[in-house]
């Protein structure tokens, strides 16, 4: 039997968290969910992730900089950025980033 894919889902909104996590679970996924960016640090020291799905604001932290310590922390972890406010220079800097 395969191990399920963890994912953490890093939104300050704890509904748009919701969904992910009651979506993703019907899809066999372990999900987590991070609130803040001070949450989000301490999961991903405590096991590894294969998808971070990560909101471009958060409260305590910048996406764009919450997304190079995810890389920094654990490379092998995709990052999807989710935001309702984009630029195309912010979508180009996560790209480069490695989302």
């Given at each position: 039997?395969?191990?399920?894919?963890?994912?953490?889902?890093?939104?300050?909104?704890?509904?748009?968290?919701?969904?992910?996590?009651?979506?993703?679970?019907?899809?066999?996924?372990q999900?987590l969910?991070?609130?803040?960016?001070?949450?989000?640090?301490?999961?991903?020291?405590?096991?590894?992730?294969?998808?971070?799905?990560?909101?471009?604001?958060?409260?305590?932290?910048?996406?764009?900089?919450?997304?190079?310590?995810i890389?920094?922390?654990?490379p092998?972890?995709?990052?999807?950025?989710?935001?309702?406010?984009?630029?195309?220079?912010?979508?180009?800097?996560?790209?480069?980033?490695?989302a």
């Amino acid at each position: 039997m395969s191990e399920k894919h963890r994912v953490l889902v890093i939104d300050d909104e704890i509904e748009v968290g919701n969904f992910f996590k009651s979506f993703l679970e019907k899809k066999n996924m372990q999900v987590l969910l991070a609130h803040s960016g001070e949450q989000a640090r301490l999961l991903l020291h405590e096991q590894s992730y294969n998808l971070a799905m990560l909101d471009l604001k958060l409260p305590d932290a910048c996406g764009l900089e919450m997304l190079r310590e995810i890389k920094s922390v654990q490379p092998n972890c995709e990052v999807i950025m989710m935001t309702g406010y984009s630029t195309t220079r912010t979508a180009v800097k996560a790209i480069q980033l490695g989302a």
